[in-house]
């Protein structure tokens, strides 16, 4: 009993850092830039896809090829960022919502009929292995991914509080007008914001590969959690979209053994419900938005 | 042109033989016939009874409603390309005798695995053109309003939707093979081979497929002498199969039944290699049963046990077409597709019955059809006949195993053509 | 607030004369689906212009509603022989009565949580509809009983009857975002629209005006969703409570001009039109093709013409008014 109990919190944690990673983005880029990305998932599906092919074409193992996604996804950021986003940054709602959303839907079925809806599977030597201490099992590539995932954010956490523009990023996030006063140019800001996003959201792709498939419609699947945990963990709040997906993680993994194999979703959904009812700036607290 | 017409008249002369096969007469005689043959026509058409131009008969069409865009793309273009195939193979032997040689005109409709576009797709098949029969969908819910349709339209469909409902109220849907249920019952017997008391964790997405064929096993598990210790149903596309498999293991099962499409299963399988669980896996049909599914799992689809309405090793005539449609599409022919090649033969067996492109005498005669040799018997079993029910009375599935990267037939007995392995 | 022209008033009758003719000159069935799939389409997306155009409460979750009227006139139908008319307004009924908790959860949240929340509660119904079989056939959905030709039980032989059923829907639906337009409610729901917090602190009562035109929203959208299934004879979870329905009725009024009487009829007309040409040139060899293009023009407008067609169309008129000569 209580094996079963351990092994269902410890399958929750390790996808729950896959949910971290991708909500982390979401996160990001709405406390700095103010406005919620729709298409994250898609980016995640494009950093698989990437890794897929390298994959495939020059046998580097997926977890090896972050080195390339991240990069190339953080261009992609930037790019977006530039062109697309600062051009519907305003107080209407709107456009910001449907934009990032359109995204989504292109990048979406640009995948389908650029890669077919069939489905792109990596095999790594430990693809399907999993360390076994006790009764427990522990999955070699989610172990990996679960690793990795906390020494990013790890990582962002550091750069966010040590270096300048990390503080500017977070001074921007708190008051844009006070920031753009002291000097930091909103725009810069936002690039490096959505580029660090989409970097997070195409390593979670990459570290997804060795044990999920890439098809069209992998994004959708990850990202509904991701903006549960966005708004659990308090918009804006990077600590508390890593705490939130964890905690969703493991409610999800208990919910399907305790509760119904198909409850896992309705257990997440509830625990949203009766937080917002509670607590509607979620569990960090803040200002109302 | 004119080598078509001395074989048409021979045929029309003598033999009934769908094979296309002249008589053997001799050269002197087979021009004489033919020129008595010929001169008969030419005097009818004096008369005007039968127009000369009939020679090239009109063609009957044949409309098929497959998903080749959209979530469930990659079966539907399997399907397309084996209906094509299927027409080829009819029109290569003569076309539908009775009606002078007429050739069977395929027209494809996607219904892009939307229920709306199935509705509006149906009907414009069927009003836009004339329609003597139609096949399709694949998926049950798609089938579902593709029935509806061509039941108020008078129009008949044949499918190998394993959907029960379709064989509820209606009297232009025919389902040549095996039904939800009858899965089940398969699924229960194949576990039994492979252990002595079988403990069965059944897990299955909640949609229409997953569920009716669960349903089956609940109820039939106890008359088969099958514990099931867990019955689950799952939302499909989860992120992450762990929490899943945790389960099957905590129920004790040494069995695990999945009633799931693709996706889902690739994940169930590695991570219950990754878990180390030793289950005998019954991955049902569906996603089991397709290239894809190996293509996408490797090494550890081999063994794994599944169901299907159709096999490419059933019978000789399933091997032939399965070569050539490899040739084709470079993968085997896998259960949807090689079923509706049959279910092509079927609609031509009935139109040479009823002598008639119109749909409703299409309909009386697939209501009495009963085949037990040539491609319209491509079954398990060998045999096809309808019951009032749209049903056939032979219908039932039969258990495969992947061996080789291939699917092979392991069960019943009757219908086996490989062993069944124990893993 | 302006009257009525009679330019107006000649065109919108001259619009309306054909509207009512086109199926009895139009004679192709697969013309006739196409226009009923537009008016549709134009209905739903006139049903969330009211909260989401007026008001601007982005909800992209209105399938909840729309399969909620699906299922309440269904399950009367088949459980107790009740005629789907009077289903399709219980199904209203039931879908008013869910907006308030649903709307008193979701208002909690602002701007695109809210739209978040919404799409959540779409997704929990389905998943609700999917888990209880036993009330409502689960995931293997059912079909209507087959009644032939019983226009008391909305079901027609004839296509155009659709048509006009729906035709019927949508000018119920302009009717009263027209009214609603035109009176005090209207000027506060556009306040609410352009800044909740100023409008209340001049006094509107904001989450009452909410809560009412959420009513009406999900009301309208739910008389959808009984037509729907009446045409299609079909109803499961995934078919009723699709995203791509609560999408659709979003993305035509933001593409023919969010807030706009007429907005949501040409958005449709124009993405249902482009769809399919779409589908008759290019075949449906490409996947995915569709919604690639119908989201490149979303873009478009939400990059260049945030105020969608009817935005454009007014400009274009306002330049030419401007290009008369003579002013006084």
């Not at chain 2, 004790?252 to 039944?257: D, W, Y």
């Amino acid at each position: 009993m209580l094996e079963t109990v351990a092994q269902a919190v410890i399958n929750g944690l390790l996808i729950g850092g896959i949910y971290a990673l991708v909500s982390i983005g979401v996160t990001l880029i709405f406390g700095v830039v103010k406005i919620v990305n729709f298409a994250q998932g898609e980016f995640v599906m494009i950093g698989m896809y990437l890794s897929f092919y390298l994959a495939t074409q020059f046998g580097i193992d997926p977890i090896v090829s972050l080195v390339v996604t991240m990069p190339v996804l953080f261009v992609v950021g930037v790019l977006i960022q530039h062109f697309l986003i600062r051009r519907v940054l305003g107080p209407n709602d709107m456009p910001q919502i449907f934009l990032t959303f359109a995204l989504s839907l292109l990048l979406l079925n640009l995948a389908l009929m650029l890669f077919t809806a069939n489905y792109r599977t990596v095999h790594t030597s430990y693809s399907d292995e999993a360390f076994h201490l006790g009764g427990l099992y522990i999955p070699v590539a989610k172990l990996i991914a679960f690793a990795v995932a906390m020494m990013l954010s790890a990582a962002l956490w550091v750069f966010l509080h040590t270096t300048d523009l990390g503080k500017a990023m977070r001074a921007a996030s708190q008051n844009r007008d006070v920031a753009t006063l002291m000097g930091i140019n909103p725009n810069r800001v936002f690039c490096v914001a959505l580029g660090i996003a989409l970097a997070l959201a195409g390593a979670a792709g990459s570290l997804l590969m060795p044990f999920y498939s890439a098809y069209p419609f992998v994004g959708q699947v990850f990202v509904l959690m991701a903006f549960v945990a966005v708004v659990l963990g308090t918009l804006g709040n990077v600590m508390g979209a890593l705490i939130a997906s964890l905690m969703m993680g493991v409610a999800e993994s208990l919910g399907i053994q305790y509760v119904g194999a198909d409850s896992g979703l309705l257990v997440v959904f509830a625990m949203l419900l009766l937080t917002l009812a509670f607590k509607p700036n979620g569990l960090g607290g803040g200002r109302a938005r | 042109m004119t080598k078509d017409r001395q074989q048409s008249v021979l045929n029309n002369a003598g033999s009934n033989d769908a094979s296309g096969a002249t008589p053997i007469l001799s050269k002197r005689q087979s021009r004489r016939k033919f020129l008595l043959k010929a001169s008969g026509v030419v005097a009818a058409g004096a008369f005007g009874a039968v127009p000369l131009r009939g020679w090239a008969a009109d063609p009957v069409n044949i409309g098929a409603l497959y998903p080749t865009t959209g979530s469930m793309a990659q079966i539907g273009v399997g399907c397309v390309a084996a209906a094509k195939l299927a027409v080829e193979m009819i029109n290569e032997a003569g076309g539908i005798k009775s009606l002078g040689g007429a050739k069977l005109n395929l027209i494809l409709s996607d219904v892009q695995s939307d229920t709306t576009v199935t509705r509006t797709e149906t009907d414009r098949l069927i009003t836009g053109n004339k329609l003597s029969a139609v096949h399709g969908c694949f998926a049950s819910a798609l089938t579902l309003i593709a029935s509806e349709v061509c039941e108020r339209a008078k129009v008949p469909i044949i499918t190998g939707s394993s959907s029960d409902q379709l064989n509820k109220g209606r009297t232009y849907t025919f389902t040549p093979f095996a039904r939800a249920s009858q899965f089940a019952k398969a699924q229960l017997q194949m576990a039994k081979l492979v252990g002595d008391k079988p403990k069965v964790a059944v897990i299955f997405e909640n949609t229409a497929f997953g569920t009716s064929t669960s349903n089956g096993l609940k109820e039939l598990a106890p008359g088969e002498g099958v514990e099931i210790v867990m019955f689950e149903p799952y939302s499909a596309g989860f992120t992450d199969a762990s929490p899943l498999i945790n389960k099957v293991k905590a129920s004790g099962a040494n069995a695990l039944f999945s009633v799931s499409y693709l996706n889902d299963l690739i994940l169930i399988v590695r991570t219950v290699k990754q878990v180390g669980l030793d289950v005998a896996i019954n991955g049902g049909s569906g996603g089991f049963v397709i290239p894809d599914f190996y293509k996408n799992v490797g090494k550890l689809a081999e063994g794994l046990q599944g169901v299907a309405h159709w096999n490419h090793d059933m019978s000789d005539d399933a091997q032939k077409v399965n070569a050539e449609y490899k040739k084709r599409t470079g993968d085997f022919l896998f259960e949807y597709a090689g079923g509706l090649v049959a279910q092509t033969f079927m609609i031509a067996d009935a139109l040479e019955r009823a002598g008639s492109a119109d749909p409703q005498k299409v309909r009386e005669a697939l209501s009495t059809l009963d085949v037990s040799s040539g491609y319209a018997a491509m079954a398990p079993g060998g045999k096809v006949k309808f019951g009032p029910d749209g049903k056939n009375i032979y219908g039932h599935p039969v258990g495969v195993q992947w061996q080789n990267s291939d699917l092979a037939s392991v069960f019943p007995k009757e219908d086996a053509r490989a062993p069944l392995l124990k893993t | 607030m302006d009257k009525p022209n009679r330019l107006g008033l000649l065109s919108v009758a001259a619009l309306a004369a054909i509207v009512l003719v086109l199926p009895l000159v139009v004679k192709s069935s697969f013309a006739i689906d196409i226009f009923i799939r537009i008016l549709l389409f134009s209905f739903l997306g006139v049903a969330w212009n009211l909260m989401g155009g007026y008001a601007k409460q982005l909800s992209l979750g209105h399938a909840a509603y729309f399969g909620l009227g699906a299922y309440t006139s269904t399950l009367m139908q088949v459980n107790y022989g009740i005629s789907p008319w009077i289903g399709m307004i219980a199904g209203g009924v039931v879908a008013m009565l869910a907006s308030l908790p649903i709307g008193w959860l979701c208002f909690r949240l602002r701007g695109p949580y809210f739209t978040i929340a919404t799409i959540a509660t779409a997704q929990a119904l389905m998943l609700i509809f999917l888990k209880f079989r036993d009330f409502a056939w689960g995931a293997e959905g059912t079909t209507i009983p087959n009644l032939g030709n019983a226009p008391l039980m909305m079901q027609f032989e004839a296509k155009s009857a659709y048509y006009y059923v729906v035709l019927g829907l949508l000018a119920v639906g302009l009717a009263i975002t027209y009214a609603i337009e035109k009176s005090w409610m209207g000027y506060y729901l556009v306040a609410i629209g352009e800044d909740e917090d100023a409008a209340e602190a001049i006094g509107v009562n904001a989450p009452s005006m909410k809560r009412k035109i959420y009513m009406i929203s999900a009301f309208l959208t739910a008389l959808g969703g009984t037509f729907y299934t009446q045409y299609i004879y079909f109803i499961d979870p995934a078919t009723a409570f699709s995203f791509n329905i609560s999408i659709e009725a979003a993305l035509v009024s933001i593409v023919g001009g969010i807030g706009t009487l007429w907005g949501p009829v040409i958005g449709t007309i124009l993405l249902e039109t482009t769809s399919t040409l779409l589908q008759s040139w290019l075949g449906s060899s490409l996947g995915g093709l569709q919604l690639t293009v119908y989201s490149l023009i979303l873009m478009a407008v939400i990059l260049w013409r945030p105020t969608g067609l009817m935005g454009m169309l007014t400009e274009a008129y306002q330049r030419y008014l401007n290009r008369r000569p003579a002013r006084a």
